[in-house]
């Protein structure tokens, strides 16, 4: 962490715990590639991959889909989570038809 | 079908300190300590002003030079400490587990005897306040029912391989050639399972004999002495039977006590009253005239209504004058020097770990005390309480009875504390001292709520000082309580 310096030894181990929360996350850019094959029980159309195999081809971006999932969802999927970490992930996108420019990806 | 979410940020649980111009959290959640930059500073300055959403604290950093990548860090840093929280958050109210079916034993407080030389007026096993049914129980423990509660704690204290066991009383040298005993036949049953007993006791040091303090020193039995303060305070309220003051039969013995016992600290434990409040002459004397290692203040425990009781104004002068010895001990930190006054040491030591408790101390836990018969109690202040019996050294810990003991004085129990920063260490307060009070040991010490935050503040500010300018000290003051 940059801005907060733990003091005690409790915070040193609230520290270690962030730090290793960061290496389970699997991000879509990561390598090995991590390619989502997409929703089946849902109208949305699921996170897709375009003829390269990448996501800079796609009509929507990828982030769209996720919002779906992120807020609509039951299935508990690698989407933000918005009750414990994320709550402001879609903050900035009021209406997602029209602001899904702004739903970016998470970096943990 | 969209839901739009615009939640805005508080700040969590928690105490903000400043200590040497810069700012500090204490996470009530946890009892760890942060430093923050001043863009973590910031943030929760506004967060005091009102609620924000994120766009907004972003912004507010990026109008103060941060890059929005920084801004959007800090953030993140600040939620993942749950320093500030989403207002959609509601945590979930504290409630108390299932205390522990096998919790091992690390002390035994052996009352081996009830009976005193002394007759100090506030005394809460012979006072007005008592909670103790002597009548017809033994007055003197039996080195059988020792023998017997060596055992127990051998057997009890699971793969802990340093039990402890502390002599209590009453008078505790009243029944020395017990004490002797047991601290034989306790060294060699701990070594034949292979753990190594320690020890410790508190007298009012009117008995001690160079014979005694021989042995105190050869077992390394650390010693506790109550004691008020130079002869016009000391004889004040600890007095013998007919009135007469203790000072001058103990003065003498003490000397040689703190000369002659080598292998470890002599402490005083001085007990507040109304009229004994003068903290700073207190501490002088027995630190630099008598020569304790250390001194720790507490004030008496009573029902509220006593003429010993401290009333709001000795409560002050008493405050006051900690805060006069608190900046000394910081003086002596600063300069690496170990000062003598507990009631800091105590609370840093508990600091540096980042202590979060689930209940106030260790009594019905890890502690139990064994009165002169046998019976179990929650600690030494439940000695010979009818009410308060956990069981029998023979039988072991009633279970029931101590689930409803620890269920009761679990902090998350305690509706006041939930809302209250400085529960990690407090946890609601002593136990007895709350039944004695409210007639509950399950109830939180209200009377000393505002003294608590304040004193924990007050050791915060100390720690958050130390550890920006002479942080090695702590890690040498953390070795040292680890040793003791």
Not at chain 2, 253 to 267: E, P
Not at chain 2, 445 to 453: A, E, G
Request: glycine share 8%; hydrophobic share 40%.
């Amino acid at each position: 962490m940059k801005h907060l310096k733990p003091l005690n030894k409790k915070a040193l181990r609230i520290e270690e715990t962030i730090a290793s929360t960061d290496e389970d996350v699997i991000a879509l850019q990561q390598k090995p590639m991590h390619t989502p094959m997409g929703c089946s029980i849902s109208f949305s159309p699921g996170w897709e991959v375009d003829a390269g195999g990448g996501t800079a081809g796609l009509c929507q971006p990828a982030e769209r889909d996720i919002y779906d999932c992120y807020v609509t969802c039951f299935w508990p999927v690698q989407v933000p989570d918005h009750v414990n970490y994320s709550p402001d992930w879609a903050s900035n996108c009021a209406t997602a038809a029209k602001d899904w420019r702004s739903l970016d990806i998470i970096f943990p | 079908m969209t839901t739009v979410l615009a939640p805005k940020y508080r700040r969590g649980d928690i105490h903000l300190f400043d200590a040497q111009g810069e700012g500090f959290v204490y996470l009530a959640s946890a009892g760890a300590i942060f430093a923050l930059d001043e863009g973590a500073a910031r943030v929760m300055a506004l967060l005091g002003e009102r609620n924000m959403a994120y766009g907004e604290m972003v912004q507010a950093l990026i109008e103060a030079d941060y890059s929005r990548a920084d801004a959007e860090d800090l953030i993140r840093e600040l939620r993942a400490v749950r320093g500030i929280v989403s207002d959609e958050i509601r945590e979930a109210p504290l409630a108390p587990p299932a205390p522990p079916e096998d919790y091992p034993l690390q002390a035994l407080v052996l009352n081996v005897t009830n009976q005193c030389n002394l007759a100090c007026t506030y005394c809460y096993e012979f006072g007005a306040d008592k909670i103790a049914t002597p009548a017809g129980k033994p007055k003197y423990m039996t080195l059988e029912t020792a023998k017997t509660s060596v055992d127990f704690l051998l057997k009890s204290s699971g793969d802990r391989e340093v039990p402890h066991i502390t002599f209590f009383g009453g008078e505790t040298l009243m029944n020395f050639k017990l004490l002797r005993d047991v601290v034989l036949y306790a060294n060699e049953a701990s070594a034949a399972v292979g753990k190594r007993m320690t020890y410790s006791l508190t007298t009012n040091a009117t008995l001690l004999t160079d014979e005694i303090i021989q042995f105190l020193s050869d077992q390394a039995v650390g010693v506790t002495v109550s004691m008020d303060g130079p002869p016009d305070l000391q004889d004040k309220r600890r007095v013998y039977k007919s009135g007469k003051g203790s000072y001058a039969v103990m003065e003498p013995r003490l000397r040689k006590l703190i000369a002659g016992h080598k292998t470890r600290a002599i402490t005083a434990r001085v007990t507040l009253t109304e009229g004994v409040t003068d903290v700073i002459r207190i501490y002088r004397h027995l630190k630099d005239d008598l020569g304790f290692h250390e001194v720790g203040f507490a004030p008496v425990t009573d029902s509220g209504e006593q003429t010993y009781t401290l009333d709001s104004d000795g409560m002050d002068t008493v405050v006051s004058a900690f805060h006069e010895l608190a900046a000394e001990w910081l003086a002596f930190a600063l300069r690496g020097e170990m000062h003598g006054f507990s009631n800091v040491s105590e609370t840093i030591s508990e600091l540096i770990q980042g202590t979060n408790k689930s209940h106030p101390c260790g009594a019905g836990l890890g502690l139990v005390g064994v009165s002169p018969s046998g019976d179990l109690s929650p600690c030494h202040r439940f000695t010979d309480a009818d009410t308060h019996v956990l069981g029998h050294v023979t039988t072991g810990l009633d279970k029931e009875k101590r689930t409803d003991f620890l269920t009761r004085g679990h902090v998350g129990a305690k509706y006041e504390c939930s809302s209250c920063w400085a529960r990690p260490l407090c946890a609601g307060g002593c136990h007895h001292e709350a039944f004695v009070r409210y007639g509950d040991t399950g109830h939180a010490n209200l009377h000393y709520c505002d003294w608590i935050r304040e004193w924990t503040d007050t050791c915060l500010k100390i720690y958050g000082t130390v550890a920006a300018r002479n942080p090695e000290f702590l890690e040498r003051f953390a070795a040292r309580k680890g040793l003791s």
